[in-house]
């Protein structure tokens, strides 16, 4: 009696795997950010669905249906979506994966594509930031254009250590800007400001900024012996 029951099971199990049925995600694409780098020439974004027979793939971005004849950057790798060269402006968007097959079809959700980079400074000049001692100063960072997390750290003379912060410096990890409480004559210097992509690994200098003492005139008053 049990080789019967064997046979039942196997040809539940048969049928069920033959069974002609719409596609069924079993991989979405999800929201992503990508390093652009010199390094970095491709970026793969995953879809897989099942489905009998077996479904065929489109792709949209921003609700367009995307055509690889007219953008030979997008290459279609077994459902998959293959970005090549990827362009921050051309090729950032929304993306939906489409499996189709006789049986049916389905969209998958909606996934972010993102695309982090940082841009050079521009190599003009600074202008020279004029203080008093024992006021307090804000030097501006002004970075470049840029997406992703970034990392903003000042440099001192051209010292190879960054600018350590301490009760009287203060540097905003929002804006990149460099606060200095109380001036002392020691500040007195060139200030350049490093910001570092974490997610491209790429760190760029601003040009240097010049941050002179200014002195009252009655600092320099001589007083005339009588």
């Given at each position: 009696?049990e080789p019967p029951n064997?046979?039942?099971?196997?040809?539940c199990f048969?049928?069920?795997?033959?069974t002609?049925?719409?596609?069924?995600?079993?991989?979405?694409?999800s929201d992503?950010?990508?390093?652009?780098?010199?390094d970095?020439?491709?970026?793969?974004?995953?879809?897989k669905a099942?489905?009998?027979p077996?479904?065929h793939?489109?792709w949209?971005?921003d609700?367009r249906?995307?055509?690889?004849?007219?953008d030979?950057?997008?290459?279609?790798?077994e459902?998959?979506?293959l970005?090549?060269?990827?362009?921050?402006i051309?090729?950032?968007?929304?993306?939906?994966?489409?499996?189709?097959?006789?049986?049916g079809?389905?969209?998958?959700?909606?996934a972010k594509?993102?695309?982090?980079?940082?841009q050079?400074?521009s190599?003009?000049?600074?202008?020279?930031?004029s203080?008093r001692?024992g006021?307090?100063?804000?030097?501006l960072?002004g970075?470049?254009p840029h997406?992703?997390?970034?990392?903003?750290?000042w440099?001192f003379?051209?010292?190879?250590s960054?600018?350590?912060?301490?009760?009287r410096?203060?540097?905003?990890?929002r804006?990149?800007?460099l606060?200095?409480?109380?001036?002392?004559?020691s500040d007195a210097g060139?200030?350049t400001?490093a910001?570092r992509?974490?997610?491209t690994?790429?760190t760029?200098?601003?040009?240097?900024?010049?941050v002179?003492?200014?002195?009252?005139a009655?600092?320099?008053r001589?007083?005339q012996?009588?």
């Amino acid at each position: 009696k049990e080789p019967p029951n064997v046979c039942v099971l196997f040809f539940c199990f048969f049928a069920t795997e033959h069974t002609r049925h719409g596609p069924v995600f079993t991989q979405e694409p999800s929201d992503s950010i990508f390093p652009l780098s010199s390094d970095d020439k491709q970026v793969f974004i995953n879809c897989k669905a099942k489905g009998n027979p077996p479904p065929h793939y489109r792709w949209k971005v921003d609700g367009r249906e995307i055509n690889t004849e007219l953008d030979p950057n997008y290459s279609f790798v077994e459902g998959n979506l293959l970005i090549n060269n990827p362009h921050v402006i051309n090729h950032g968007g929304v993306y939906q994966c489409i499996a189709t097959n006789t049986f049916g079809t389905v969209v998958s959700r909606e996934a972010k594509v993102e695309f982090a980079f940082l841009q050079n400074f521009s190599r003009k000049p600074r202008n020279m930031v004029s203080v008093r001692e024992g006021q307090a100063v804000v030097l501006l960072c002004g970075p470049p254009p840029h997406y992703g997390e970034m990392k903003y750290s000042w440099v001192f003379n051209g010292q190879r250590s960054f600018l350590q912060q301490d009760a009287r410096r203060f540097i905003s990890q929002r804006t990149g800007n460099l606060y200095i409480a109380k001036v002392e004559a020691s500040d007195a210097g060139n200030y350049t400001c490093a910001v570092r992509n974490m997610m491209t690994n790429t760190t760029v200098l601003s040009s240097p900024t010049p941050v002179v003492l200014r002195r009252d005139a009655a600092q320099y008053r001589v007083i005339q012996k009588e």
